[in-house]
């Protein structure tokens, strides 16, 4: 699949990490399924530029990526709205927009603006970032140290063959991630660790706390109680899968996303569907968080 | 927790089987590997063993696999007494054998804390056989059950903030070998030059749930 095509990135904004959809089926050996984080808009990029859904793209956290193509390639950029531009690397700029199929000639620029709202970007090139795989994926996963470094300004990222499919002209809608993110979590393994789960959770409105991170959103809010029975008790050991809501002794829940480890030490009181996580995943610290239990 | 095996709800496509013990755990897990490779659980993408629990984990959009375990897994403590599956099912285990050099910094501690020799507790823990009940904390990393009982030693009360790869350690009921550096809170027994996990590696990860594993000392 080697081909000489590729994309420079010449500035990587706070953080850029190569992602696909990950590792799944390895978690018995204590390897996270790490991969995109808003796995819809990875696929959505992917769709617009003819990619199958799995093909390696860019995940650039807050904006501020610019890349040369050093052939000619096709990308788009999903997630929330961004503004992006189009430039031959001089002073005249064309506003292209996101979601979006945007062509790029060898030499021309693509640079992201900063996310007005939202978190993560997904940037896909045709023929997916050819970069070599590690257990079936491309995906950087920081907690565990597996898959490609995270992506550093000048690094060259060789892209694959392009296949039939061809891409996609028309701009699909874009939403704004919303100042109150509510969504569904279905009570359980351990929801009776807690005083009155489902009440609980239905009365409380969480803030996304700043040490959030690809492993995990942190919550902030009125504690959830435990119940007397289970006070002071240690669970033994459990597996822990994205969307996981664990709630630490301190009663402030920690909700598990895709880079989180394989097995936790603190009791789960309900999981996030699968569905509901890329809105988690553009939660940025100070968003409102409802987990409405199902 | 009660004799009973529980199945519980883990999200919209995944089941947590809450087991009696670690040897069901092992057992129920082994039940459920030699079914998955049988093609008798179909649509399963994990099979995760940990300390009590197993949890079966069914394709985004799928439905949980509750029927598939039910055919497969007791739930009824009077027919498997404390195992909830047939103990004798599935492959023979692995058997992995990690050379030591039984130098590490805690050596001594836990000697004291065993009121044993230094030789003695290298003597312990190289000549018992363990069972790798799960993996978790890191890629590899297999917490081993089997500990001579005086080797069953609370945890360092602060971690240390790196423990180097290769580090062989004790916490609680288990012993285990660090693949990578990380954070650690375990009493360090020694080190091994083996590779623990290895991403190029076909398998990648040197141990997996259910292997038989005895550490052999060297200079």
């Keep these: 699949m080697a081909t000489d095509r590729a994309i420079t990135v010449l500035r990587s904004g706070p953080l850029t990490v190569i992602t696909d959809l990950g ?21 959505l990029a992917n769709r617009l530029v003819g990619n199958p859904d799995g093909y ?57 603006g900063v996310l007005d709202a939202g978190l993560r970007s997904y940037l896909a090139c045709s023929g997916g970032l050819d970069v070599p795989e590690e257990l079936g994926s491309r995906s950087t996963d920081l907690l565990s140290g597996l898959g490609p470094a995270k992506v550093s300004d ?19 809608p874009a939403s704004v991630p919303p100042a109150l993110v509510t969504v569904p979590v279905l009570l359980g393994p351990r929801d009776d660790w807690f005083v009155d789960p489902a009440g609980a959770l239905r009365g409380r409105v969480w803030t996304v706390g700043p040490a959030s991170n690809r492993i995990g959103l942190r919550l902030a809010g009125e504690p959830l109680e435990r119940a007397a029975e289970w006070d002071g008790q240690e669970l033994p050991s459990e597996p822990v899968r994205p969307g996981a809501v664990q709630v630490p002794p301190s009663g402030q829940p920690v909700v598990f996303l895709a880079d989180a480890p394989t097995t936790g030490g603190y009791p789960v009181v309900g999981v996030v569907p699968e569905s509901a996580l890329g809105a988690l995943a553009q939660a940025r610290p100070g968003t409102k968080v409802r987990l409405s239990p199902r | ?18 087991l009696p013990s670690s040897a069901g755990v092992a057992a129920a897990y082994r039940t459920l590997r030699a079914a ?37 897994i007791s739930e009824d403590p009077a027919g498997q007494p404390g195992e909830g599956a047939d103990p004798d099912s599935g492959a023979r285990p692995t058997e992995v054998v990690i050379p030591v050099h039984y130098d590490g910094a805690d050596l001594e501690l836990v000697a004291r804390t065993a009121e044993l020799s230094v030789v003695e507790v290298i003597e312990l823990h190289s000549s018992a056989e363990y069972t790798v009940a799960f993996c978790g904390f890191s890629p590899g990393f297999g917490y081993l059950i089997g500990l001579p009982e005086p080797l069953r030693q609370a945890r360092l009360a602060d971690s ?29 027994l020694g080190h091994t030059d083996e590779v623990m996990f290895d991403p190029a590696a076909n398998p990648p990860a040197k141990l997996a749930p259910g292997d038989r594993v005895r550490f052999k000392p060297v200079d």
């Design chain 2, 36 to 72: 998955a490779a049988d093609g008798r659980l179909p649509g399963i993408v994990e099979l995760v063993p940990a300390a009590r629990t197993v949890l079966v984990e069914a394709a985004a959009g799928a439905r949980a696999p509750v029927d598939l375990v039910r055919g497969l």
């Design chain 2, 1 to 18: 927790m009660s004799r009973a095996v529980r199945l519980l709800r883990y999200g919209a496509s995944g089941l947590l089987i809450e």
């Design chain 1, 23 to 43: 590792r799944p089926g390895q978690a018995h050996i204590g390897v996270p399924r790490s991969g995109a984080l808003d796995r819809d808009a990875l696929r």
């Design chain 1, 154 to 172: 000048g690094d060259r990222l060789a892209l694959g063959a392009v296949g039939d499919a061809p891409a996609d002209a028309s701009p699909v």
């Design chain 2, 160 to 188: 240390r903030p790196s423990v180097p790869a290769g580090s062989v350690g004790l916490g609680g009921e288990f012993t285990g070998v660090y693949p990578r550096s990380s954070p650690g809170g375990w009493r360090l």
């Design chain 1, 56 to 112: 390696a793209g860019l995940e650039v956290l807050l904006g501020g990526l610019e890349l040369r193509a050093e052939s000619n390639c096709t990308v788009a950029v999903t997630g929330p709205p961004v503004p992006a531009w189009r430039h031959g690397g001089g002073a005249e700029r064309r506003a292209v927009g996101s979601h979006q199929v945007v062509y790029l000639r060898a030499g021309e620029h693509l640079e992201l």
